[in-house]
T-cell receptor, first 112, second 116 residues
Framework: EDQVTQSPEALRLQEGESSSLNCSYT??????LFWYRQDPGKGPEFLFTLYSAGEEKEKERLKATLTKKESFLHITAPKPEDSATYLC?????????????FGKGTKLSVKP | DAGVIQSPRHEVTEMGQEVTLRCKPI?????LFWYRQTMMRGLELLIYFNNNVPIDDSGMPEDRFSAKMPNASFSTLKIQPSEPRDSAVYFC??????????????FGPGTRLTVL
């Protein structure tokens, strides 16, 4: 069964304290790995798509990387406005076209 | 574009009542997805449509749940009869083109359903 596991469940950082979120996956065949950000009371908002091991993508203070078993979302010098829940999702060759399998997310809190 | 629109934003109902959630996807998007989010299970796909046709409804939990997409700009998710365990936030999302490889899904603000 395809699975996505995110860790930690929650992470508290001080402003400027860099860290990483982990997304490990077990899938039959990976088509793409997605990162989304979700603010309280809102729907998830797309951040990145990664397709193959070794790929990296950056956006402001965020950098996503991908290996054959996991993805990391690195947050450099975070600010309070980076506080949100970060969701990882995978799309597989075995699944229905368009189907995303989500992890439960990591809730990030950045204190000033 | 206004983005994906969902209504109502909040719904409180009593067990046994019928609940209808509504979604208007982004114009031009040919894929529409219904998700349910709970603390215990996270975000789960219920059903998705391509060009108004249901493609995969394997995530629909029971026969009490049904979804329709009568045209490209409107979809409904109906629960009849509702039960307390249906309490969750329901999201609608849409995407364009094949909806597959690498395409971004745009989510609506969600409907928070509480069944008493």
């Amino acid at each position: 069964e395809d699975q996505v596991t995110q860790s930690p469940e929650a992470l508290r950082l001080q402003e400027g304290e860099s860290s990483s979120l982990n997304c490990s996956y077990t899938v039959s065949g990976l088509r793409g790995l997605f990162w989304y950000r979700q603010d309280p009371g809102k729907g998830p908002e797309f951040l990145f798509t990664l397709y193959s091991a070794g790929e990296e993508k950056e956006k402001e203070r965020l950098k996503a990387t991908l290996t054959k078993k996991e993805s990391f979302l690195h947050i450099t010098a975070p600010k309070p406005e980076d506080s949100a829940t970060y969701l990882c999702a995978v799309q597989t060759y075995g699944g229905s076209q368009g189907n995303l399998i989500f992890g439960k997310g990591t809730k990030l809190s950045v204190k000033p | 574009d206004a983005g994906v629109i969902q209504s109502p934003r909040h719904e409180v109902t009593e067990m046994g009542q019928e609940v209808t959630l509504r979604c208007k996807p982004i114009s031009g998007h040919d894929y529409l997805f219904w998700y349910r989010q709970t603390m215990m299970r996270g975000l789960e796909l219920l059903i998705y449509f391509n060009n108004n046709v249901p493609i995969d409804d394997s995530g629909m939990p029971e026969d009490r749940f049904s979804a329709k997409m009568p045209n490209a700009s409107f979809s409904t998710l109906k629960i009849q009869p509702s039960e307390p365990r249906d309490s969750a936030v329901y999201f609608c999302a849409s995407t364009q083109r094949s909806g597959s490889f690498g395409s971004e899904q745009f989510f609506g603000p969600g409907t928070r359903l509480t069944v008493l």
